[in-house]
């Protein structure tokens, strides 16, 4: 069990013809971001409870918020491998993550929901069994490409999200991999930066050519999915 430091998250969601001017200020800023670490896909299964209180709390604005999910890296989505299971609490726009890894290898093609939750909680330790008892219900599936970026002094953290993909699992016995949300394109460039560096990170706001906005991937690839139709998105 790992946790990670509390930072400020400041997202912008980005239409795909403002991506040109978001890559120049990338390139030209002052805080002279470098590539950090290779581009890679993010894989998650999301977790929420039967009435989906993640989801419910996101949409009220509730202060504090928990989220639970299931991520590993790589371009095999129906493949879970070298996982990781993450508890987000948020307040505000801090937020930190407790961690668990999963060391086994989980096929997402010959497995039903039960099968897989009754493997994660096998393997689970104390703590993220209790996870699982909190949020029992796999709702959604999604995968992106990110890029990584850090700046010179190393104070800041900038990733860039692009080509998301979400798979509605509410209404499924079995991992749906076949049909797709519709979403809307677009790219998310997230800012990140411990409460020390907040100083740095309001003054790289300032020149960024977007303004910042509440975004979750997760509350839209699941108000996405078929059982949902007619809400609107946030």
């Not at 993550?97 to 929901?113: H, M, N, P, R, S």
């Not at 393997?123 to 796999?138: D, I, R, S, V, Y």
């Not at 190393?154 to 079995?174: E, F, P």
């Amino acid at each position: 069990m790992s946790t990670e430091l509390p930072r400020y998250e400041i997202k912008i969601p980005c239409p795909p013809q403002q991506l040109a001017a978001v890559e120049a200020w990338v390139r030209l800023h002052p805080a002279h971001w470098r590539v950090s670490f290779p581009p890679r896909q993010v894989n998650n299964i999301y977790f929420d409870t039967i009435d989906c209180q993640s989801l419910n709390d996101n949409l009220g604005g509730t202060g504090e918020r928990d989220k639970l999910r299931l991520r590993w890296y790589g371009p095999h989505l129906e493949t879970v491998r070298g996982a990781q299971m993450e508890r987000k609490h948020k307040e505000g726009r801090v937020g930190w993550k407790e961690f668990w890894f999963f060391d086994g290898t989980l096929d997402l093609t010959a497995l039903t929901w039960a099968e897989l939750v009754e493997r994660l909680r096998a393997a689970a330790n104390k703590q993220a069994a209790l996870w699982l008892g909190q949020f029992p219900e796999p709702v959604l599936i999604n995968c992106y490409q990110r890029a990584y970026y850090v700046s010179a002094d190393g104070t800041m953290r900038l990733t860039i999200d692009s080509d998301l993909r979400a798979y509605n699992q509410r209404l499924a016995v079995r991992p749906n991999l076949r049909r797709p949300a519709p979403l809307s394109e677009r790219t998310v460039i997230e800012l990140k930066a411990e409460p020390a560096a907040a100083r740095r990170l309001s003054d790289a706001l300032a020149s960024f050519p977007l303004r910042p906005d509440r975004h979750s991937k997760y509350v839209q690839g699941l108000l996405a999915g078929p059982d949902f139709d007619g809400v609107d998105l946030p």
